[in-house]
């Protein structure tokens, strides 16, 4: 047994599991979908039989549940932005919001919609400066 510790849980700098298959997220932006559903995550690889799951930054596959009747059952992607499962910061506090949710974007990273309602995650500000750009709080 190693008596070292991996201070990398979960696979990503320690961040908890907070949206896995099947999770419903509400949308933060005006593209006109209002509830998706998470069916896949963007680069994540897993041992066999584990549930992919994602947190808050990373790029999700997503399908429309609720919104607009043109946009009802598209598969889409999108990136977390809140996520209701607290995490931890590398400076050692806790966040957690109070919904999970998300912002529908392009396959290159940039947002569909023109503005973003509600605050949005340092950690996924820092990784996508489109969503950075829209965003009107950042915690």
Avoid at 32 to 56: C, D, Q, S, Y
Avoid at 85 to 98: L, M
Avoid at 102 to 110: A, K
Wanted: contains cysteine; hydrophobic residues 40%.
């Amino acid at each position: 047994m190693s008596s070292v510790k991996s201070t990398a849980r979960f696979g990503r700098l320690g961040r908890s599991p907070g949206i896995i298959n099947g999770t419903r997220l509400s949308v933060a932006d005006n593209s006109g979908a209002k509830e998706v559903a998470m069916v896949g995550a963007m680069g994540i690889k897993t041992r066999l039989r584990r549930i992919p799951f994602a947190t808050v930054g990373d790029m999700i596959v997503v399908t429309v549940k609720k919104g607009k009747t043109e946009l009802v059952g598209q598969v889409m992607q999108a990136i977390v932005i809140r996520q209701r499962k607290p995490y931890r910061r590398p400076d050692g506090t806790w966040i957690a919001f109070e919904d999970n949710a998300c912002v529908i974007v392009t396959p290159d990273g940039n947002p569909k919609g023109s503005e973003i309602r509600g605050p949005v995650a340092r950690e996924a500000a820092e990784r996508w400066p489109g969503i950075a750009n829209l965003a009107t709080l950042v915690v």
